[in-house]
């Protein structure tokens, strides 16, 4: 698999960059794969909500509800990582089958176990949860084996996607709740995930996965640290975890600032509007040419997230608030991007799906940490300080990412030898 190379390109490459998108698109061997992995996680984000909502239509309290969907979470964080060396050592169908039947079994068991003791439910959840299908990590190492001259726009898809899920799937809830219930959410939310993984096994892309790469962490599959060897992907997830961390304060600061300004309808409104100013950064991301290293893009990119947040403790009204979420998400989005990139550099052979994945794992641990490290400051400060502590922690973030920017991809070229 060829390792994707630092942009430093000219002028020279700007117009096949600004190509790109349509040509990701139309591209034979990657646009059945996308189509089948928009399908498998358009209920991303379903799920949990109809999680919580279903738990409490059946007369249980917020706590149980709290509960599964803490197992349920739990379980993704904790087994995808290791699901997705399963799909490095053999190959994406095996791991996509298995976890597309799997799936929505278990989702369909928790539904019909609602008069079950909650251990049963959560049982299920947990099962749930650690037979999602590793689609996200699938689709981003087939973008990195496309070689240099997709991976950028094709990442850049994969953060306008992300952004894209985060608004379609509450959206999608509400449309299967004016028709059924939240039980019946859950289900066809299973149903569309275990479609998604099971037609994405099928096509030629996932089944070309079977290379020299999956057969050299046959002979490596001892190797207990796997990805961690990578000593610039180490880094890397260490500044995710604090991008998480962020993300989490805000999933409960934004909120509670709306409410505050007496609009409780509006903070759909402005968490879509948040995610608008990511789909528009990261279709602007996918039509440009690095000018400069990624680590040192990166860098850049994260002063300018911080500078951002800064921006965010000085809004006074839901509509500031709504204008500096729209440009931290269209700022946040290329970092994201640049983020995967350097995700696939660092990325030692054998280990590119569960690199990409713990990425997303780390994130989600960092997110889930920062909800309650939010919550706490918000109960004892209010909002204006939860703000203020977000800026902090991007400060420092920034910082030492500067430091240790061209570390960041340090160990790419060995990497690849296992």
């Known amino acids: 698999m060829s390792q ?11 117009a096949p960059a600004k190509r790109s998108l349509v040509t990701a698109l139309h591209d034979r061997t990657m646009r059945v794969p996308l189509l089948w992995s928009v399908v498998g996680r358009l209920p991303l984000y379903l799920v949990g909500i109809a999680l919580v909502v279903s738990t409490a239509s059946r007369d249980a309290n917020y706590l ?15 087994v995808a990582p290791f ?34 003791p909650l251990a049963t439910q959560l049982a ?52 299967l709740l004016f028709w059924a219930d939240a039980a019946t959410a859950l289900v066809v939310g299973g149903l569309l995930a275990g479609a998604g993984a099971i037609g994405f096994a099928t096509t030629g892309a996932a089944r070309s996965t079977r290379t020299p790469q999956a057969r050299h962490a046959d002979s490596d599959r001892r190797d207990r640290l796997g990805a961690f060897r990578s000593a610039g992907l180490v880094r890397l997830l260490a500044v995710l975890v604090s991008f998480g961390v962020a993300l989490g304060i805000y999933n409960v600061a934004v909120p509670a600032f709306v409410q505050d300004h007496g609009a409780d309808q509006d903070v759909g409104l402005i968490f879509g509007v948040w995610g608008v100013g990511g789909i528009i950064g990261g279709l602007w991301y996918g039509r440009h040419t ?51 990139q350097l995700v696939s550099r660092t990325a030692r052979t054998g280990y590119v799906t569960e690199a990409f994945t713990w990425a997303i794992t780390v994130s989600l641990g960092g997110s889930a940490l920062g909800s309650q490290i939010g ?25 030492g990412v500067y430091v240790v920017r061209h570390r960041l991809a340090e160990p790419a070229a060995t990497a690849s030898t296992g």
Not at 87 to 110: I, S
Not at 379 to 399: C, I, N, Q, S, Y
């Open 64 to 78: 149980s509800a709290g509960l599964l969907l803490a197992g349920y979470t739990l379980g993704i964080a904790v």
């Open 124 to 175: 299920c959840i947990v099962v749930a949860g650690a037979a999602n299908p590793p689609i996200s990590g699938c689709i981003r190492s087939l973008w990195r084996a496309s070689g240099s001259s997709l991976e950028q726009v094709g990442l850049s898809i994969e953060a306008v996607l992300g952004e894209v899920f985060r608004i379609s799937g509450p959206l999608l809830l509400s449309v």
């Open 375 to 399: 919550g706490l400051v918000l109960d004892a400060f209010g909002t204006g300080a939860a703000f203020v502590g977000v800026a902090v922690v991007m400060l420092l973030v920034a910082t």
């Open 290 to 340: 690095l000018r400069r290293s990624t680590e040192a893009a990166f860098a850049t990119g994260t002063l300018a997230m911080c500078a951002c947040t800064a921006l965010v403790t000085l809004a006074w009204d839901n509509w500031s608030l709504g204008v500096v979420l729209l440009l931290l998400g269209a700022v946040t989005a290329p970092v994201t991007v640049i983020s995967y």
């Open 83 to 116: 699901v997705a060396r399963r799909v490095d050592r053999y190959g994406q169908p095996p791991v996509l089958l298995v976890t597309g039947v799997t799936y929505p079994l278990a989702l369909t068991g928790f539904v019909y176990a609602d008069h079950a």
């Open 4 to 14: 994707p190379t630092t942009r430093n390109a000219g002028p020279s490459v700007e």
